[in-house]
């Protein structure tokens, strides 16, 4: 498979700062250190386009990287538990609640879930705004690599009941350290774009 280019374009706090060329837009959101910037690097085979750390709430800007001069990634603050100041929490909260439900160019929401535990009731909530935006939605469940067979198979059933999936909806189990589910996430990314 081959990978497009991509390039950090810019960082927004506000609507007026978001890319205004109109190209597809893929958005990445979970709970804060949920992998989503350690996925996005295993997806672009790039090891710091996306800046990874081990505290939460490292991404506290929209990021919009662009793909293949194409379409853009666009990596949103993590929710939850990040160490910020309660109204710097609900800044962001209003920018991401504005983005997912109003903006044109988004093509596909994918949600990342931490498979080593059960969703949560931000991840609840979160998949109530994007379904009530109507926006196609792919649930990836992340830091697989670090379950066994068994506890993965164990923890997506947990997963799908908690949040009350049909059984055809999508999962993919995902690990930015084997690459598992890198092509399955590719091709629904390509169906969108």
């Not at 690097?41 to 386009?49: M, V």
């Not at 001069?69 to 800044?91: R, T």
């Not at 469940?141 to 198979?153: E, G, H, M, Y």
Request: net charge positive.
């Amino acid at each position: 498979m081959k990978i497009p280019p991509a390039r950090y374009v810019k960082s927004a706090m506000l609507p007026s700062q978001f890319p205004k060329d109109r190209r597809p837009e893929i958005a990445f959101v979970g709970r804060s250190n949920v992998g989503k910037s350690s996925l996005l690097n295993a997806l672009l085979q790039r090891k710091e386009l996306a800046k990874t750390s081990s505290t939460p709430g490292k991404t506290q800007t929209i990021n919009f990287f662009e793909i293949g001069g194409k379409f853009y990634f666009v990596d949103l603050p993590g929710y939850g538990f990040a160490k910020v100041p309660v109204d710097v929490k609900e800044a962001w909260g209003r920018l991401m609640t504005g983005y997912l439900s109003s903006r044109e160019p988004l093509r596909l929401v994918i949600v990342l879930l931490d498979l080593r535990h059960p969703p949560t009731d931000k991840d609840v909530e979160m998949l109530e705004l994007i379904e009530e935006a109507q926006k196609p939605t792919v649930l990836v469940a992340t830091k697989s690599d670090k379950l066994t067979r068994a506890q993965r198979t164990e923890n997506l059933q947990i997963l799908r009941t908690r949040l009350a999936l049909d059984d055809d909806a999508l999962v993919i189990p995902f690990s930015a350290v084997t690459g598992d589910g890198k092509k399955e996430l590719w091709d629904v990314i390509n169906g969108c774009v």
